[in-house]
């Protein structure tokens, strides 16, 4: 949430299925804008419901750094520590459109199905943010 590059760093910044596990994850977009260059671009994928408005929050961080879960805690695989998985604290939905639009971003959306380029299953979403 707290990216150590100076403001106007990068043309283009790529991650996949990594903003549902950060705890505040608009300041870690907010970090993804400061550090692009004008025209430069965030790639990414979330997992996404497409047809709900307000973004589930399943977890947060309260103020003495404890983890509040919201919901059942939700885990994905993870390759490092497989017997843990990865907490889950946000699933998104339209509400993250508008918000990374506040933050400053142009949004596009780009829905594929695509062996080649690896993009496979039913909620494959890429989503392409512009400063």
């Known amino acids: 949430m707290d990216i150590p590059f100076d403001e106007n760093s990068f043309d283009l910044i790529i991650s996949t299925e990594v903003f549902e596990h950060i705890p505040d994850p608009y300041k870690a977009f907010s970090e993804i804008y400061r550090v692009l260059k004008k025209g430069g671009s965030h790639i990414f994928t979330v997992p996404y419901y497409e047809d709900c408005e307000k973004d589930e929050i399943r977890?947060?961080?309260?103020e003495n750094e404890e983890i509040v879960y919201l919901m059942e805690p939700q885990y994905h695989g993870d390759p490092i520590r497989s017997d843990e998985g990865i907490l889950v604290y946000t699933i998104?939905?339209?509400?993250?459109?508008?918000?990374?639009?506040?933050?400053?971003?142009?949004?596009?959306?780009?829905?594929?199905l695509n062996l080649f380029k690896?993009?496979?299953?039913?909620?494959?979403?890429?989503?392409?943010?512009t400063k």
Do not use: H, P, W, Y
């Not at 690896?118 to 943010?129: A, D, E, H, K, P």
């Open 59 to 62: 977890a947060f961080i309260d």
């Open 92 to 112: 998104f939905a339209e509400e993250m459109l508008k918000k990374l639009q506040s933050i400053g971003f142009t949004v596009k959306l780009d829905r594929e």
């Open 118 to 129: 690896g993009i496979l299953g039913s909620n494959n979403i890429v989503f392409i943010t």
